[in-house]
């Protein structure tokens, strides 16, 4: 059975693929434009992700790229606040919005021929905003109600947060998306605006229409909608966007936190680790490949194996992930709850010994090949998800990498051998540049000696 | 995320499809029943067995064995224990996933092509000679022994736990979590879990849907094979739960600064002749989308919440309107007093002409999009034929929306929207309640 603990919502299984065929498109204006096709049904998806994410914020204004996501759902010029939402239900549709450190996408699925309201709509506030403070006041309530769900109610959450500002000593994804609180409560719509102004332009957007519909026909509609809008002088440069990076990580971190509302303790530890880069992708090949040995499914992993299975086992749960699409260097990550009565010391020490068997005996051959062929099942699979295919494109040109990146991804992590698999765990699990995190209940440690 | 997806949403709110979908009976030698969507253009299957009668088949005392048991079918079969069996289902790149709720047992899985009858046999195996080894068990039970402790110290699982005790009483399954407790676990043994196993994935309890790259020729062979050794019958299903819901605020002591909410009344059964205007009803006033009225009361105009929504759960032994809100600790009151505001209003004026066509548009225009993948539309045909709807019922589902009035809507809102009967139970330290 898999236990499912918060966190591990970042931790997912093999995602692979490119499938299926992508149409291509570009605007005058430099809107890029991306059509996927699936005729099984009459919906479609319309996707547009814009350059701009959290990790773009300046210092101080911690969740500015996700307040203006809230409130691109306020009025424009042409519509009052909320009716573009009305409009998509009224249509049978949904819709919604997600921000995330390298990029912010809006989205609706709706029926196949109801694309170019939506498309319409989406024009619209790309350059027509329009904001009162009233909508901004009430807005902010939202969001600080926001974290207070997702992550001040959450040990887990807050745990999480303090492990990656730990992580990173310059790249901005040491901020949380949601903000830090002092910084979302003086949040304005000045700074709003500002953020809007800076990054809300054609040339530094992405559509992407996925479902039942001609490509021709999606060009035609992007043209008379998208392709009126000007494009902001001087942004096309964001594709390749340069931020603060990572220095040389010296000195291993520890992150030791107590909740009372903390029942599991946990033990996480990060590495710093490269990720998909623009060409240069086989090392994030081989770590994808390096947690579905190590994590992956807890039956037949390295550290379910070792860690779950023997008898005197010291954990309930062990396992591992990796997400190699983003713009920066990212996390490798091992997470561990232990058994009742096993200390911190003792499980951590555990976790250690078995890195460091891994690495001095390398991978069990029937495992690394069981590996593969999930991997080529997993393009079959992805077949049956047309709005997963849309995700993996919008993410994947948002992080910077190009449509032949894309195209090649497959085969370069069918290519990784079990020696690159070795070196890259050597590379990456290197405690100088680790954090290690102790989440534990009020009194914990005292309580298990 | 601008909008948060509440958990909630059951039974008809997960039903299906697509009027041109092509829905055929099949009916295998061994006289097993499936509901089957041909679908050839990608080579693998995806299929949906659900056994009804899920955690309520509980024996007396045995609180959280269906759980356990349904947790431990895929920790070893046959000749091979947990690990060998998981290297098999890698090997064939086949995923199955076996689930248990409140009213019913889920087996999912989905399986290439290429290797159909490699998969489907390590499926039977699974299901038929399961090994239940001792020490899987208890591997297991640690696993849901640490869930039951994380759940002791979440909000959201406590304020679920108080709900379901104050409306179904200590008595009826309904009343406690599906996990037990740390002593019905403790107390389980390798013969109780057996028990559940042969008590709840029985044949005549079962239904099956099956979309991909199947003939129906190929199916009803291949159902035998999978399933012909199931027990025919299983345990006694248990009585109607009894209703015991209070009115007024219940809260429950925790620091934490958000307080979580879920509020509600008794609710409409699934056969009910006005269920249809009461989902319509539901929709327009708690159905999550930024158009509902409690989501504009809320959160649009107030900011008192990131999210709210209400949802219909007719559930086979009783029936709930629920809703589920939070909001930081000073707010909570303030939220509970528009809720009322609203509950009252619904009750007293129902909806108006505008705010009925809106929902009926979305209602039907959504439909199809809920034809979602394989697995999803597998999982939408075993459930209509666990519901009992007939097999053209995606075909007839919108008219049933559309035939909903303004009188009918009137009608049952005085018996769906009882500001009377309401009842919050809340955990955390909200102030200005009592």
């Known amino acids: 059975m898999r236990i499912l603990l918060g966190l591990l919502a970042s931790l997912f299984p093999i995602t692979v693929l490119a499938a299926p065929e992508p149409t291509l498109f570009k605007l005058d204006n430099g809107m890029e434009i991306v059509v996927l096709e699936d005729h099984r049904a009459p919906v479609v998806v319309q996707m547009v992700w814009y350059r701009a994410g959290a990790a773009d914020e300046m210092p101080g204004q911690s969740g500015v790229a996700h307040f203006l996501e809230h409130l691109m759902f306020k009025g424009t010029d042409n519509m009052a606040p909320g009716e573009l939402s009305d409009t998509v239900a009224k249509n049978g549709g949904s819709d919604n919005a997600f921000t995330s450190w390298d990029q912010t996408v809006y989205f609706q699925r709706v029926a196949a021929d109801r694309l170019e309201l939506m498309m319409k709509m989406e024009a619209d506030r790309m350059r027509h905003l329009k904001l009162t403070e009233d909508d901004v006041r009430t807005e902010l309530q939202v969001i600080l109600e926001e974290r207070n769900q997702r992550t001040d109610n959450d040990p887990g959450a807050l745990f999480q947060e303090q492990m990656s500002a730990a992580m990173y000593l310059n790249s901005p994804y040491g901020r949380p998306i949601i903000g830090w609180r002092h910084e979302m409560e003086a949040l304005d719509r000045d700074k709003a605006l500002a953020w809007y102004k800076t990054y809300y332009a054609p040339n530094n957007a992405i559509l992407i229409v996925a479902g039942d519909v001609d490509p021709q026909n999606v060009y035609e509609l992007a043209k008379t909608y998208y392709g009126v809008l000007e494009p902001t002088p001087g942004i096309e440069s964001r594709e390749t966007r340069v931020r603060p990076e990572e220095p040389p990580q010296l000195a291993e971190r520890r992150v030791v936190m107590s909740d009372p509302r903390v029942s599991q303790p946990q033990i996480t530890r990060s590495y710093l680790a490269p990720e998909r880069d623009p060409g240069d992708q086989k090392m994030a090949a081989a770590l994808t490949i390096l947690a579905q040995v190590l994590g992956g499914n807890g039956a037949t992993s390295v550290l379910g194996t070792k860690l779950m299975f023997p008898p005197d086992a010291p954990m309930v749960y062990a396992g591992a992930g990796y997400g190699g699409t983003s713009h920066d260097d990212t996390t490798f990550s091992i997470v561990a709850v232990p058994k009742p009565g096993v200390t911190m010391e003792a499980a951590e020490a555990a976790i250690d010994t078995v890195l460091t068997d891994f690495l001095a005996q390398g991978i069990d051959p029937a495992k690394f090949a069981r590996i593969k062929m999930q991997l080529k099942a997993a393009d079959i699979y992805a077949d049956d998800d047309i709005n997963g295919a849309a995700r993996r494109y919008g993410s994947a040109l948002t992080s910077g990498l190009s449509y032949d990146d894309i195209a090649a991804w497959p085969d370069i992590l069918q290519a990784v051998t079990e020696d690159e698999v070795m070196a890259a765990a050597k590379l990456v699990l290197d405690r100088r540049q680790s954090v290690t995190g102790w989440l534990m209940p009020d009194g914990y440690a005292e309580a298990a000696q | ?434």
């Open chain 2, 1 to 434: 995320m601008i909008r948060f997806i509440l958990a909630a949403g059951l039974a008809l709110a997960s039903v299906p499809a697509h009027a041109e979908m092509n829905i055929v009976e099949v009916t295998s030698p061994g006289g097993l029943k499936a509901w089957l969507v041909e679908e050839h253009s990608i080579p693998f299957v995806a299929m949906e067995l659900g056994f009804e009668g899920g955690t309520v088949l509980d024996a007396p005392g045995k609180r959280g064995v269906g759980n356990l048991m349904m947790a431990t079918i895929e920790e070893g079969a046959g000749d091979m224990d947990a690990q060998g069996f998981a290297a098999a289902q890698e090997a064939l790149a086949a995923s199955f996933s076996f689930d248990i709720y409140g009213d019913s047992a889920r087996v999912s899985a989905q399986f290439l092509t290429e290797n159909r009858d490699q998969a489907v046999d390590l499926l039977r195996t699974a299901l038929i000679e399961t090994r239940f080894d001792q020490e899987a068990i208890d591997r297991v039970k640690g696993q849901v022994m640490s869930i039951i402790a994380s759940d002791a110290t979440d909000p959201g699982s406590i304020v679920n736990d108080a709900f379901n005790l104050a409306t179904w009483g200590p008595d009826h399954p309904y009343g406690t979590n599906d996990n037990g407790t740390v002593d019905s676990i403790t107390a389980l043994t390798r013969e109780d879990v057996i028990a559940a196993w042969k008590t709840v994935l029985v044949k005549d309890r079962m239904f099956i849907g099956v979309v991909g790259d199947i003939t129906p020729a190929e199916l009803g062979p291949m159902l035998d094979a999978l399933l012909g050794s199931l027990p025919a019958t299983g345990g006694t299903l248990p009585p109607q739960a009894t209703y015991q819901l209070k009115p007024g605020v219940n809260v429950i002591d925790f620091t934490t600064p958000q307080s979580i909410a879920l509020f509600g009344h008794q609710g409409i059964k699934l056969d009910d002749p006005d269920y249809f205007a009461g989902y319509v009803l539901n929709e327009a006033v708690g159905g999550g989308n930024f158009a509902s009225r409690l989501m504009d009361e809320v959160r649009e105009k107030r900011g008192l919440t990131y999210g709210i929504g209400t949802s219909l759960l007719p559930m086979d032994y009783g029936e709930l309107i629920l809703g589920q809100v939070a909001s930081a600790n000073d707010k909570m009151a303030e939220t509970v007093q528009v809720i009322r505001d609203v509950w009252a209003d619904v009750a007293a004026n129902g909806l108006t002409q505008a705010q009925l066509d809106d929902t009926k548009t979305f209602l039907t225009g959504a439909y199809p999009l809920r034809f979602d993948g394989n697995s999803t539309i597998a999982g939408q045909l075993m459930g209509m034929q666990m519901n009992g709807f007939p097999i053209d019922y995606v075909k007839t589902r919108n008219q049933q929306i559309e035939a909903v009035t303004m009188d009918d809507i009137k009608r049952v809102a005085l018996r769906l929207f009882r500001p009377e009967d309401l009842h919050f139970s809340i955990v955390g330290q909200p102030t200005g309640l009592n």
